[in-house]
């Protein structure tokens, strides 16, 4: 709110009733363009059909930063409702000069202020608001619509943008076309680091070939031209920097320089170190998490536009704004004329390719002097996007004698998983034009999130070693570091329980003090039949997690089959309880859980990034597959309103908990760990055959 | 380019189409005739988002050369809709908001449409097979099992 803090910032109305919002947040396909919609429809008391979202333009909206984090609906949407609250309160004061009344005789409702409700005593918001009327600081502290006077907000109030995407209308920016635009196709080196040799010719059939540095790419009139192009122009490259022994990664991780950080450390009691000397047995356990894959279904695509000194670029990105500084870094222009215009991509689910295309699409609109529509193959999204972090995860923990936890500790090897390009150097067509690693990080951040737990410890260790530098590029990718250290921790709180002869459920009550806490894990564990006997082959397992420790509470009941003969692992059903606040919208809020419940499945069963010594091998959906219809389990989502509760973020939270719920209700059916993401039929039968 | 022009039926309308016979069909149904319906996801036929009804049929188009479309019928999202009024596959996905982020949507609702032409009331396992092949990152599929079986009904309610 500090800079953006007048109300025509945000809102303005239309001469036909329109109103307009425009918010820094955009639509990565989460459903926040409706739900915020919902927010400001209940604010100035108008139909969501009347209000029309403007999302993500540097030219024209506030900058929000990033969509991520899970963050949209409590700021981006908080910050909304104080505006669009203020906005009323603007309308209803123009009223009373307008009508000759006070204004607690005024009613603000379905598009028009009127005396005391009366309809012919009344002026429509567009009449109250022509020009800059609504110029009017937002007042942080003033009064928002009581949950009871809600009309959209709690409702299932249907997508906006979905009817037009089933019906063919152009929604993507892969749709964009604008007049005398060019098709791109980028070229890219076997690996990063590579430098350019030679090339072919200067023009391969009817396209122009691009070439800046190491940076090589081809501009066609029409789309199969460029691809054909990219396909025979043939540079002859050096070898890049070799990858790391994908059969020795974790090793080499461990002997990456890193710094350490503690995040917990006992306050008070017996110091970590008398603990582990102690005369009950430690348990100890590690814990792995693989590279891993955005895997948009749309590989990353962008429209720029390079005119006159000017740049304007369409792109799918989280974030216009930082995007805009480090394009402006790029070309070397000043920021004021650059300018990114959000259009919508494939679910992104952090930061995939969309960043670097945008500036591969720059770099050759400035080349070639035309628009130019440059989209990623589907090679070059698997191979060139930047991963998920692996991860190392050590944890240590001790039960006393009467099955409590007495030391707890958790040890994680990461890189930063904080790489949004900023600055030239973060974006990959640099990076490539140098055949230079991304520099080193100077901010380390996500790859702590959800490390500390929400138990109550007397004992609880939590440090961090924040790798230098990552062997393959990384950067954002859905949860962060959470997807590791909730795994973990998880798995390692059924590992506690039951070597102290306990109940995972109980064990899990009994170290939980919030209510909110226990209420998801006992909502999930009741619903989904735990204790109750079933059929041979089958178990369940459960984890909880607060996400980041401060948002959404979340506990998942996953129920698998194991063919122990075979190894095959099937997941029946995930139930999962969820808790996030005042539920805006609980159709969208359900669409966000079942989301991220299979998209953890998929990741905790199918899913790492693979490579030989000269490149990435996981390229296309048959070396990098993904969870199918005959795979996805049957989803039990119970959703805990809590309408005085602030408003929390769901698009993260829920896919930290499957991997562990899988991971315990294997251990419930067979008695083997798996500690490795993911959970091939490779992995599961060599763990059976050493069970035993 | 060959300079040869041909003829192709898309959505009911004739098109002369002036690209190499070997052009993937996908590329010029968007870029040459205009369309958004069928989309790039991979070009090597594996995840279904560039699906079409050949003859009614739900085919990959990102691998298809466009010249062994000559002579078919070619039906893309938006010719499923007539006149205003969607079809019923469409009118389901939406009734069971069957998408997050809508990119795959092109390829379930075209597989669908096919799938109900030649099976009008699946069953779960059928459907699950007959949808295998494509790919939904975002994880709506349990959405659009229940989209399936609500077209099937819808359709059911439309033919009476």
């Known amino acids: 709110m500090a800079r953006a803090d007048r109300v025509s910032d945000w809102i303005s109305i239309a001469s036909d009733g329109t109103i307009e919002v425009r918010s820094g947040k955009v639509e990565l396909g989460t459903g926040v363009q409706t739900a915020l919609a919902q927010i400001v429809a209940d604010e100035l008391r108008v139909e969501v059909k009347q209000i029309r979202m403007i999302m993500g333009d540097t030219g024209r909206t506030p900058d929000e930063g990033y969509t991520a984090g899970s963050k949209t609906i409590q700021f981006g949407g908080f910050g909304l409702r104080l505006a669009a609250a203020e906005a009323r309160r603007a309308l209803i004061a123009i009223a009373a000069e307008r009508l000759g009344t006070t204004q607690d005789h005024l009613v603000a409702d379905n598009g028009s202020v009127s005396v005391d409700g009366n309809t012919s005593r009344a002026v429509t918001y567009a009449d109250l608001a022509a020009g800059k009327l609504l110029d009017r600081r937002i007042d942080v502290g003033g009064e928002i619509t009581a949950h009871a006077d809600s009309r959209a907000v709690g409702r299932s109030v249907s997508r906006v943008d979905l009817p037009a995407k089933f019906v063919g209308d152009a929604m993507f920016v892969h749709d964009l076309r604008l007049p005398g635009m060019l098709h791109g196709r980028v070229v890219r080196p076997p690996a990063p680091g590579a430098r350019l040799i030679s090339l072919e010719s200067s023009s391969v059939e009817g396209a122009t070939v691009v070439q800046i540095g190491n940076f090589v790419a081809v501009v066609a009139e029409r789309e199969e031209q460029a691809v054909r192009a990219a396909r025979n122009v043939k540079p002859q490259w050096t070898p890049g920097e070799p990858f790391p022994r994908m059969d020795l990664l974790y090793g080499t991780l461990e002997s990456i320089s890193s710094h350490e950080q503690t995040l917990r450390a006992p306050t008070s009691g017996a110091p970590a170190e008398q603990a582990s000397t102690s005369s009950e047995t430690v348990l100890e356990s590690v814990y792995l998490q693989p590279y891993q894959a955005h895997a948009s279904t749309g590989p990353s695509c962008s429209v720029a536009d390079f005119r006159d000194g000017r740049l304007t670029v369409y792109s799918s990105t989280q974030g216009v704004f930082p995007l805009r500084t480090a394009l402006a870094d790029l070309l070397k222009l000043p920021e004021e004329r650059v300018r990114v215009i959000h259009r919508e991509g494939a679910g992104c689910y952090g930061q995939n390719g969309a960043d670097d295309v945008a500036a591969d699409a720059a770099l050759l609109s400035r080349e070639v002097g035309a628009p130019v529509r440059l989209q990623w193959s589907r090679k070059d999204e698997f191979a060139w996007e930047p991963y998920g972090p692996a991860m190392i995860v050590k944890m240590q923990g001790r039960v006393d004698a009467v099955g409590r936890v007495s030391f707890w500790q958790h040890e994680v090897w990461t890189p930063s998983h904080s790489y949004r390009p900023r600055a030239a150097v973060d974006l990959l067509a640099a990076q490539i034009i140098d055949a230079a690693a991304a520099p080193a990080r100077t901010m380390f951040g996500g790859g702590d999130r959800n490390a500390p737990t929400d138990y109550r410890f007397p004992n609880e260790t939590v440090v961090m070693h924040w790798l230098d530098y990552s062997p393959l590029r990384v950067s954002s990718l859905r949860s962060l570091g959470a997807y590791a250290n909730a795994f973990a921790n998880e798995c390692f709180m059924d590992e506690l329980a039951i070597s102290a002869g306990q109940d995972p459920l109980n064990f899990r009550l009994d170290h939980l003090d919030d209510p909110r806490s226990q209420d998801v894990v006992r909502e999930a564990a009741e619903r989904a039949g735990w204790g109750s006997p079933l059929p041979p082959g089958q178990g369940l397992g459960i984890a909880f997690s607060r996400y980041e420790n401060n948002a959404a509470y979340v506990a998942t009941v996953a129920r698998v089959a194991v063919d122990s003969s075979t190894g095959k692992l099937r997941v029946l059903r995930l139930t999962c309880a969820h808790d996030c606040g005042r539920i805006i919208n609980p159709d969208g809020l359900t669409n966000q859980i079942e989301g991220n419940l299979i998209q953890g499945t998929s990741r905790a069963l199918l899913e790492e990034v693979t490579w030989d010594p000269e490149a990435i091998a996981s390229v296309d959906w048959k070396s990098y597959p993904i969870l199918t219809f005959s795979q996805v389990p049957e989803l039990d989502i119970l959703l805990i309103d809590r309408p005085t509760e602030k408003s929390v973020g769901a698009g993260e939270p829920a896919t930290i908990t499957v991997a562990a719920a899988i991971a315990n209700a294997v251990f419930a059916v067979t008695g083997i760990r798996l500690r490795r993401v993911p959970f091939t039929p490779e992995r599961v039968s060599e763990a059976l055959r050493l069970h035993g | ?160």
């Not at chain 2, 016979?21 to 090597?44: A, H, K, Q, W």
């Not at chain 2, 699946?122 to 599929?141: F, V, Y």
Request: with cysteine; charged share 20%.
């Open chain 2, 1 to 160: 380019m060959n300079g040869n022009r041909a003829n192709m039926r898309v959505n009911g309308v004739l098109h002369s189409v002036g690209a190499d016979s070997d052009t993937p069909l996908l590329y010029v149904l968007r870029n040459e005739i205009g369309l958004n319906g069928p989309r790039f996801g991979c070009g090597l036929g594996q995840c279904g988002s560039c699906m079409v009804l050949i003859d009614g049929k739900a085919t990959h188009s990102c691998n298809l050369p466009v010249s062994r479309a000559f002579g078919h019928a070619i039906t893309t999202l938006e010719g499923l809709s007539t006149e205003g009024t969607l079809h019923p596959v469409q009118q389901a996905f939406i009734e069971e908001q069957a998408a997050q982020c809508g990119y795959c949507s092109n390829g379930m609702i075209v597989r669908t449409v096919s799938l109900l032409s030649e099976n009008q009331s699946p069953t779960d396992e059928e459907i699950r097979i007959a949808l295998e092949n494509n790919l939904c990152r975002c994880g709506s599929h349990i959405r659009i099992l229940r989209a399936v079986k609500r077209a099937a009904l819808l359709s059911a309610r439309k033919e009476r």
